[in-house]
């Protein structure tokens, strides 16, 4: 199994302000994702992160909006900016091991006012 | 493009019933389907990972069924108890390159 850590866990934000989430795994990991729920709906990749190279947005999301550090192998950042309130949702790291099984990180509650 | 169903929605069930949660897929070119289960406010916990040559898997009080050709997954709880209570989701991984489509997830509450 692997175990993912998440920083903060919970967060009430102004608008128009910044957050960084910061993901930690318990032992290197080649691909680290990040992942969007809002409330009441599923998860929605937001980027794929490898270290020592850029993120790989998927459609909707844009660097500028998620920028995303990877900048070693057990530790990456995901920086949600200038928020506006449809940004209230819980963000995911989460990492694989154990022949594709997918692990998750216990999730940002981000509400912004 | 892959689209992942779940249905119930929502299922309240008396302690002691066995249940079925099913889910279905539109593509049935998958590589993997992994069962997670999510409590309030919680991240994901992976269940059981089907992989697409396999039938069926088993973990304790917990079997998940794939059949492919029919695009259909099926999650059977065993003699539910009240700690059996959270949203149950169902994820396909398309590629194999982890692009994980996720269903919108079967909110269970076992009733003691």
């Known amino acids: 199994s692997a175990v993912i850590s998440q920083k903060p866990s919970r967060d009430i934000c102004q608008r128009g302000t910044s957050l960084t989430i910061q993901c930690q795994v318990d032992?290197?990991?080649?691909?680290m994702f990040w992942y969007r729920q809002q409330p009441g709906q599923s998860l929605t990749l937001i980027a794929t992160a490898n270290q020592g190279s850029e993120a790989t947005y998927e459609s909707g999301f844009v660097i500028d909006k998620f920028p995303i550090s990877r900048p070693n192998l057990t530790f990456s950042t995901l920086t949600v900016s200038n928020m506006s309130p449809e940004d209230s949702s819980i963000y995911l790291c989460s990492t694989y091991r154990d022949t594709d099984t997918q692990y998750f990180g216990p999730g940002t509650r981000l509400t912004v006012l | 493009k892959q689209e992942v169903t779940q249905i119930p929605a929502a299922l309240s069930v008396p302690e002691g019933e066995n249940l079925v949660l099913n889910c279905s897929f539109t593509?049935?070119?998958?590589?993997?389907l992994q069962w997670f289960r999510q409590d309030p406010g919680k991240g994901l916990t992976s269940l059981l990972l089907?992989?697409?040559?396999?039938r069926e898997q088993t973990s304790g009080r917990l079997n998940a069924s794939l059949d492919k050709s029919s695009g259909r997954s099926t999650l059977y709880i065993a003699a539910s108890q009240p700690g059996d209570s959270a949203t149950y989701l169902c994820a396909v991984d398309i590629t194999g390159g982890f692009k994980t489509i996720f269903g919108a997830g079967t909110r269970l509450f076992v009733k003691a």
């Open positions: 593509d049935s070119a998958i590589y993997n």
């Open positions: 089907i992989q697409s040559s396999q």
């Open positions: 032992s290197q990991v080649t691909m």
